[in-house]
């Protein structure tokens, strides 16, 4: 059976966009399934409302979480050979990626006026041109909206910057022990992990997380390394 992945379109020099569909796509690849991309621009009428989802046989599976869960039920095991104190550890750190760096990114694409053209342009490409900076600009309200009430909205650029130098710092440590986050095989943990920080240092213009990341020597070897293993 060959599995669809529904994708937002490559974007920024990365597979796509958004570092959840990267890493699903890591995830098909290392489950050994068969699979094939599909480009969606408007993910309004996926389950949730977002991507990346799956198409397998007769089922439509949407987020990379519950992507993971049903490739583990086809004989995945992305975890092999790690402790339970390795699984435990590992959840944190994809907890830390998705739930905390994650809105980093978002902020970073959708509050910065010298970046934001660039990514409306790409994220609402297929709008046309008389309607894309109302429908954009109306999206955008909502999403910094989320933001602010989600908190990290609230703080000053150096506030989140000092929110996210542990995040980094730990993962930097972490790195220093093995080539990825738990050994020198790739694990769910690194499918979550390096998107982010990709994701991070492709974004359209300068920002300070991605240069955090982007100069940092261990981070960028990890990045590619775990491109060249799973992409």
Known sequence: MMIKLLTFPPAFGLFAASPFCVKAAYLLNMSGQKWEREDILDPRKMPYGKLPAIRAGDRLIADSDRIQAYLESEGADFNKGLSDLDKANARAF????EE????????????????????RDVYFSQVPPGLRHVIAASVRRKTLSGLHAQGLGRLSQEER??????????????????????GDQPTAADA???????????????????RMISGNEVLMTYIAGVEESCG
């Open 161 to 182: 910057l000092a929110r996210i130098e542990p995040d980094i710092d730990a993962i930097t440590v972490r790195l220093r022990h093995s080539k990825f986050l738990f």
């Open 100 to 119: 905390h760096l994650y809105f980093h990114l978002v902020l970073d694409r959708w509050a910065d006026d010298a970046i934001w053209p660039k990514v």
């Open 94 to 97: 994809i907890r830390m990626s």
């Open 192 to 210: 979550s992990v390096a998107p982010m920080l990709a994701a991070a240092t492709a974004s359209p213009g300068v920002t300070p997380m991605g």
